[in-house]
Structure formats: structure tokens, C-alpha cells
């Protein structure tokens, strides 16, 4: 008897860039999907049973309406796209008895002071931390913090809203700024996110990103990004990201390790993480890990086994099918997350033809349009678009995308 195909419910927040990689990764693997998301759709009339609206703040209430939702139509795996997403999809798992994160270890890792608590408590090397209340004096906390500090939101991403100090008047300004962010409609978190943000030890060193997977609890390293441009503040925009890492073997076996061991002081035992982390002569310290894969459009970077893309492994590790290899490419490959010059309107951008043909370049999307809003960190989230690159060697792609982007020029009002 022919089995049926696997139906699997992705939940796609509305500013996700990862719509079509996700999609066109179900169709390669003949998955049919389910996608939810926010805002209900023009087309959800036409395709209720493809499409569904969610809110994605309300987890119980997500889990309820799947729950009436797979009485129907039976659903054999939920993925998370994007941090917005990872709590509810373990809220709906645990509803539907799917092999998942727990919904404390999904929390745990959303919420940065739970993540901080829980990591330093299991003696994962962490900045030190200190939660201040948004109501209180920031004057006051500013005479008792050490310097440099950073000041960070609870739960925002992409580097929203995250803020180094270096004396009290510094901090007190970024405390207000923080503020105001958290005022913003589309930042307003909620729950104690909305009363207070961390303080922490500014952390010097250089970064590093791991992709990984999780599989019955156990981590699979699937890619290690060096950051070759350095992340001293006051903001912390992310640009080039490369892989394989430079840092000597050993140090990179113990930044895994570090990272193995955050991943249980969490309880994450299943799906993809996205970990930062920053080493300097006192090890590795880790900033983050997320239960999700690498954001923007940074996974069109890896490639593995015969050509699999990051979310065909993803999606086949949800539904429980064996996974090909978990080995990536050989060769190096890297993007730029394009940084954003200064605030204004998008007027145009030129070069981009020229920096595509820059040896090694693979592609340049540009992802903002003429005429949109372009808002620099600490307040903005976007990019203006990305660049990848391959080559032999990780130098040669660092190079190829300094070069290439080298020739863009935004024209911004
Ligand atoms: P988000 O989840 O918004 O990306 P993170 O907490 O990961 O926020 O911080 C974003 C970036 O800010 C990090 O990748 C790092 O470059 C910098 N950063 C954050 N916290 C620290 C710290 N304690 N010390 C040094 N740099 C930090």
C-alpha cells in the first residue's frame, strides 16, 4: 500500500527571509506543508488546508488550534523558522507527542537572563550578568556596573538593541535607548521582557558562530563561521561570516565542547542551534544559542553531503527520516550581511553587477527595496542584502566578499 506523504507545519513569521528555502527544500523531499504565520494571508481562504494564521505570542492557544487543525489533516513534524517561532513550536510538539525540545528548554533559550542563569548554574562559561529593572534609576546601577558593560533587551535578536557602555554616562544613555526600542510596536516583548534588560561584562575577543544539530540529544557541529570583522561596540552589526574557522583544531574542538555542554544546560535535545560565541585567552564564553538555524539568508553558505541545503537537513531530521550526511562541502564559503551605512530612505543601489563579478562571488542579493526605510542598529533588524562567496581557501572568500562589497554603493536619503 503507498504510505502517504509526510505532512509537516513550518512557522514562518512574516519578516522571515527563509520563506522559499524552506519551501523549496519541502517540495525537493516531497514533504507536503502546512505553513502558519501571524497575518492571516490573502490566499488562506482559497487553501485552508495549507495555510493558517497563528499568534505566535500565545503558545497554548497555538497548540490549541493545531491541535483541532491535525484532527483533520494528522501532522508528523513542526519546524521552527526564526527565533520568533521556537517557543510555540515546542508548545505544538508537545501538544501533538512529537519528538522535540521540551517547552522549558525552548523558554530557557529564548529568554536571555533564563539562558544566562541556567548556563552559569551548570558552570558554562558566561559574561557575568545583572537583570535592572527598566522602572528603576539607571543613574543609580550605572556607579555600581563595571565598565565596559553591554546593555541588551531580553529577548530581541539581531543584535537589537544591544548596547556597550563604556562609563555611566554611556550607560545611562543606552538604558534610555533601550527604552524607547522596547516602546516600538513591532520590539514590544512581553512578560518580564518588557520590564527589564541585562547587564553584562563586555566580553573581548574574537567571535565565532556554530551551526549545529541536535539529534537524540546529541550535537552534531555542521558548520563553525569565523567573524572576521571585530565586535567591539558600541553596536554589534554583524558583516562577514566564513567557514571553515582559521582558530587552530583544538581550540575549535573545545569551543564545540563548550557549546555541547550549553546545549544540555538547556535541555535542547533536538533540531538545529545557532550559537555565538566569543574566545580570548580566559577560553571560550558563550554569548548565545539559539534553537534555530542561522538567520537572513546566511544558509544559502552551506551545502552537505551531495548538495543538500541546511534546511532539507532540517526538515528530514524533523519528519525522522535518516539524514544523507551531515558533512559539509569541502571547499570554503562565506556572506556578508551587507552593514548599513546610516538611517534614511533607500534611494538606489549601484555596483552590483560589478561586485557579482568579482572572482570567487557566487551571488549579491540585495534584499531592501528602493524607496523602504533603512534603519541602522541599535533600532533596526534588517539587512541590506548579502553576499556569498567560495573559494579554496576561507582568506580567498574573506577577500572576494571585502572586494565585492567594495563596489556597492547605496544610495541612501
Ligand atoms: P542577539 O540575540 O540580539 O543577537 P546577543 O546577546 O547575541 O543578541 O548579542 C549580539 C552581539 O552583541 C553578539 O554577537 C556580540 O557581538 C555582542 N555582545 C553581546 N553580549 C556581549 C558581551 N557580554 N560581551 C561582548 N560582546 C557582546
Same mark, same amino acid.
Given at each position: 500500500?503507498?504510505?502517504?506523504?509526510?505532512? +509537516?507545519?513550518?512557522?514562518?513569521?512574516?519578516?522571515?527571509?527563509?520563506?522559499?528555502?524552506?519551501?523549496?527544500?519541502?517540495?525537493?523531499?516531497?514533504? !507536503?506543508?502546512?505553513?502558519?504565520?501571524?497575518?492571516?494571508?490573502?490566499?488562506?481562504?482559497?487553501?485552508?488546508?495549507?495555510?493558517?494564521?497563528?499568534?505566535?505570542? !500565545?503558545?497554548?492557544?497555538?497548540?490549541?488550534?493545531?491541535? *483541532?487543525?491535525?484532527?483533520? *489533516?494528522?501532522?508528523?513534524?513542526? &519546524?521552527?523558522?526564526?527565533? +520568533?517561532?521556537?517557543?510555540?513550536?515546542?508548545?505544538?510538539?508537545?501538544?501533538?507527542? +512529537?519528538?522535540?525540545?521540551?517547552?522549558?528548554?525552548?523558554?530557557?533559550?529564548?529568554?536571555?537572563?533564563?539562558?544566562?542563569?541556567?548556563?552559569?548554574?551548570?558552570?558554562?562559561?558566561?559574561?557575568?550578568?545583572?537583570?535592572?529593572?527598566?522602572?528603576?534609576?539607571?543613574?543609580?546601577?550605572?556607579?555600581?556596573?563595571?565598565?565596559?558593560?553591554?546593555?541588551?533587551?531580553?529577548?530581541?535578536?539581531?543584535?537589537?538593541?544591544?548596547?556597550?557602555?563604556?562609563?555611566?554616562?554611556?550607560?545611562?544613555?543606552?538604558?534610555?535607548?533601550?527604552?524607547?526600542?522596547?516602546?516600538?510596536? !513591532?520590539?514590544?516583548?512581553?512578560? =518580564?521582557?518588557?520590564?527589564?534588560?541585562?547587564?553584562?561584562?563586555?566580553?573581548?575577543? $574574537? =567571535?565565532?558562530?556554530?551551526?549545529?544539530?541536535?539529534?537524540?540529544?546529541?550535537?552534531?557541529?555542521? /558548520?563553525?563561521? !569565523?567573524?572576521?570583522?571585530?565586535?567591539?561596540?558600541?553596536?554589534?552589526?554583524?558583516?562577514?561570516?566564513?567557514?571553515?574557522?582559521? #582558530?587552530?583544531?583544538?581550540?575549535?574542538?573545545?569551543?564545540?565542547?563548550?557549546?555541547? @555542554?550549553?546545549?544540555? /544546560?538547556?535541555?535542547?535535545?533536538?533540531?538545529?542551534?545557532?550559537?555565538?560565541?566569543?574566545?580570548?585567552?580566559?577560553?571560550?564564553?558563550?554569548?548565545?544559542?539559539?534553537?534555530?538555524?542561522?538567520?537572513?539568508?546566511? /544558509?544559502?553558505?552551506?551545502?552537505?553531503?551531495?548538495?543538500?541545503? #541546511?534546511? =532539507?537537513?532540517?526538515?528530514?531530521?524533523?519528519?525522522? $527520516?535518516? #539524514?544523507?550526511?551531515?558533512? $559539509?562541502?569541502?571547499?570554503?564559503?562565506?556572506?556578508?550581511?551587507?552593514?548599513?551605512?546610516?538611517?534614511?530612505?533607500?534611494?538606489?543601489? *549601484?555596483?552590483? =553587477?560589478?561586485?557579482?563579478?568579482? @572572482?570567487?562571488?557566487?551571488?549579491? /542579493?540585495?534584499?531592501?527595496?528602493?524607496?523602504?526605510?533603512?534603519?541602522?542598529?541599535?533600532?533596526?533588524?534588517?539587512? +541590506?542584502?548579502?553576499?556569498?562567496? $567560495?573559494?579554496?581557501?576561507?582568506?580567498? &572568500?574573506?577577500?572576494?566578499?571585502?572586494?565585492?562589497?567594495?563596489?556597492?554603493?547605496?544610495?541612501?536619503?
Amino acid at each position: 500500500m503507498p504510505t502517504s506523504p509526510s505532512r +509537516l507545519l513550518l512557522l514562518l513569521p512574516t519578516t522571515t527571509y527563509r520563506t522559499e528555502a524552506f519551501v523549496d527544500a519541502a517540495s525537493k523531499l516531497g514533504v !507536503d506543508l502546512v505553513c502558519a504565520s501571524e497575518r492571516p494571508s490573502s490566499l488562506q481562504a482559497l487553501v485552508p488546508e495549507s495555510l493558517v494564521t497563528l499568534d505566535f505570542k !500565545d503558545p497554548g492557544a497555538s497548540a490549541e488550534t493545531i491541535a *483541532r487543525f491535525a484532527r483533520r *489533516r494528522p501532522i508528523d513534524a513542526v &519546524v521552527a523558522v526564526d527565533d +520568533l517561532t521556537t517557543v510555540v513550536a515546542a508548545a505544538i510538539s508537545e501538544r501533538l507527542g +512529537l519528538k522535540a525540545n521540551s517547552l522549558p528548554a525552548a523558554a530557557a533559550a529564548r529568554d536571555k537572563l533564563t539562558m544566562r542563569r541556567s548556563l552559569a548554574s551548570a558552570g558554562v562559561p558566561v559574561p557575568r550578568f545583572r537583570l535592572v529593572e527598566l522602572a528603576d534609576d539607571p543613574a543609580e546601577h550605572a556607579e555600581a556596573v563595571e565598565y565596559p558593560c553591554v546593555l541588551k533587551p531580553l529577548t530581541l535578536s539581531a543584535s537589537r538593541g544591544v548596547i556597550r557602555a563604556n562609563d555611566a554616562r554611556e550607560f545611562v544613555a543606552a538604558f534610555r535607548r533601550i527604552s524607547a526600542i522596547l516602546e516600538q510596536g !513591532d520590539a514590544a516583548p512581553v512578560g =518580564e521582557a518588557r520590564r527589564a534588560l541585562l547587564v553584562e561584562e563586555f566580553v573581548p575577543g $574574537r =567571535e565565532v558562530a556554530l551551526e549545529g544539530l541536535l539529534v537524540g540529544g546529541t550535537l552534531h557541529v555542521l /558548520a563553525l563561521f !569565523d567573524k572576521p570583522d571585530p565586535l567591539d561596540g558600541p553596536f554589534f552589526e554583524e558583516t562577514i561570516y566564513v567557514t571553515p574557522s582559521r #582558530l587552530p583544531g583544538p581550540l575549535q574542538d573545545r569551543i564545540a565542547a563548550v557549546a555541547r @555542554d550549553a546545549c544540555s /544546560a538547556l535541555g535542547l535535545t533536538e533540531g538545529p542551534i545557532h550559537a555565538e560565541l566569543r574566545i580570548n585567552d580566559r577560553g571560550p564564553f558563550v554569548l548565545e544559542v539559539a534553537a534555530r538555524s542561522i538567520g537572513g539568508l546566511c /544558509a544559502r553558505t552551506l551545502r552537505f553531503g551531495t548538495g543538500l541545503s #541546511l534546511e =532539507e537537513l532540517i526538515l528530514c531530521h524533523a519528519l525522522g $527520516r535518516p #539524514l544523507e550526511s551531515l558533512e $559539509r562541502e569541502r571547499r570554503a564559503a562565506g556572506v556578508m550581511m551587507i552593514p548599513i551605512p546610516r538611517g534614511g530612505r533607500l534611494v538606489g543601489v *549601484r555596483g552590483a =553587477e560589478e561586485a557579482a563579478a568579482v @572572482d570567487a562571488i557566487e551571488e549579491v /542579493a540585495i534584499t531592501m527595496h528602493p524607496g523602504q526605510e533603512v534603519v541602522p542598529l541599535p533600532e533596526g533588524w534588517q539587512y +541590506l542584502g548579502f553576499i556569498f562567496a $567560495r573559494a579554496e581557501t576561507s582568506a580567498a &572568500v574573506e577577500g572576494a566578499l571585502r572586494e565585492a562589497h567594495a563596489r556597492l554603493h547605496f544610495e541612501i536619503e
